[in-house]
C-alpha cells in the first residue's frame, strides 16, 4: 500500500516562496503519476500541479502558471512543488495525490486513488 507524506508548508508573506515535498513510500514512485491539490476553506478541492511518472509531462493549474514549478526525484521517491510569488489567495491545505500508471482526467481528484493528509500553506498580506 503506498503512503504519501507532504511537508513544507508553513507561513510565508506576499511575494515569497516556499517548496513542498511529497515522499512517496510502500511502492516504487515511478510507478505513479503525481499531482499536487489544495483547498481552501469554503471553496471546491482544485488541481495546482501533475507530473507524469517519469515526468515526461506536467500540467499546472491555471492560477499557478508562471509561479509554480513541479518536479520529481525518483531515486528519493520525493516530488517537489517549487511556489514562488506567493499570493493570499494560494493559501490553502495542499494535498499530494497519485495513481498507479496514469491519472484520467490528470485534472479531477476523482481520477487519483491514494492522497497524503495535507500540508497547510498561508500566504499573508
Known amino acids: 500500500q503506498v503512503q504519501l507524506v507532504e511537508s513544507g508548508g508553513g507561513l510565508v508573506q506576499a511575494g515569497g516562496s516556499l517548496r513542498l515535498q511529497c515522499t512517496v513510500s510502500?511502492?516504487?514512485?515511478?510507478?505513479?503519476?503525481v499531482a499536487w491539490f489544495r483547498q481552501a476553506p469554503g471553496k471546491d478541492r482544485e488541481l495546482v500541479a501533475s507530473i507524469w511518472r517519469n515526468s515526461e509531462n506536467t500540467d499546472y493549474g491555471d492560477s499557478v502558471k508562471g509561479r509554480f514549478t513541479v518536479s520529481r526525484d525518483n531515486a528519493k521517491s520525493t516530488v517537489y512543488l517549487q511556489m514562488n510569488w506567493l499570493k493570499p489567495d494560494d493559501s490553502a491545505i495542499y494535498y499530494c495525490?497519485?495513481?498507479?500508471?496514469?491519472?484520467?482526467?490528470?485534472?479531477?481528484?476523482?481520477?487519483?486513488?491514494?492522497w497524503g493528509q495535507g500540508t497547510q500553506v498561508t500566504v499573508s498580506s
Open positions: 510502500g511502492d516504487i514512485a515511478s510507478k505513479y503519476h
Open positions: 495525490a497519485a495513481e498507479p500508471w496514469g491519472a484520467t482526467p490528470y485534472y479531477l481528484s476523482s481520477a487519483y486513488s491514494y
